[in-house]
């Protein structure tokens, strides 16, 4: 949280702060054996949340997955809510990101099927977007 702010500061305000899962189970492999890939995305829906908060001041996190003592983000964003952007190759972290008001970042590979999966699901999007208060109206 606190390199990312300081970028913003450096930036003048121009961070724009994406996160992931992660993708292959090498990677996984390499951070923590027997963690799996199909996991990876609860660690990060906990994680962003906890970011957020540290970035407005002190904040402890006894989650499922990750755990720390009241610490806060030293320096703070520049920005007031740096734009969020979260990797996103599967449904339930499609709508992990429409849930926290964040962009979605794809590999182009995945334009089709995430096009498809979109028109899909086309008929929840608007519920979606009016749930978080981004809308009044559906």
């Known amino acids: 949280a606190g390199e990312a702010a300081f970028l913003d500061l450096i930036s ?3 961070l724009e702060f994406g996160l992931g899962s992660g993708a292959y ?3 996984f492999d390499r951070m923590r054996p027997g963690l ?17 908060a540290l970035w407005k ?42 849930a926290n008001n964040a962009n979605i970042n794809v590999k182009h590979e995945n334009i089709t099927r995430i096009t498809r999966l979109l028109i899909k699901r086309s008929a929840m999007i608007p519920a ?3 749930a978080i208060g981004l809308i009044s109206e559906p």
């Open 128 to 130: 979606a977007i009016a």
């Open 36 to 52: 799996l890939q199909t996991d990876g995305y609860k660690y990060m829906q906990e994680m962003l949340p906890a970011v957020l």
């Open 57 to 98: 001041g002190d904040y402890a996190h006894d989650g499922e997955y990750w755990n720390f003592p009241t610490s806060t983000s030293v320096p703070k964003p520049l920005q007031a809510n740096p734009r969020i952007w979260v990797a996103a190759r599967s449904p339930v972290t499609y709508d992990y990101a429409v």
């Open 12 to 14: 003048g305000g121009r």
């Open 25 to 27: 189970q090498r990677e």
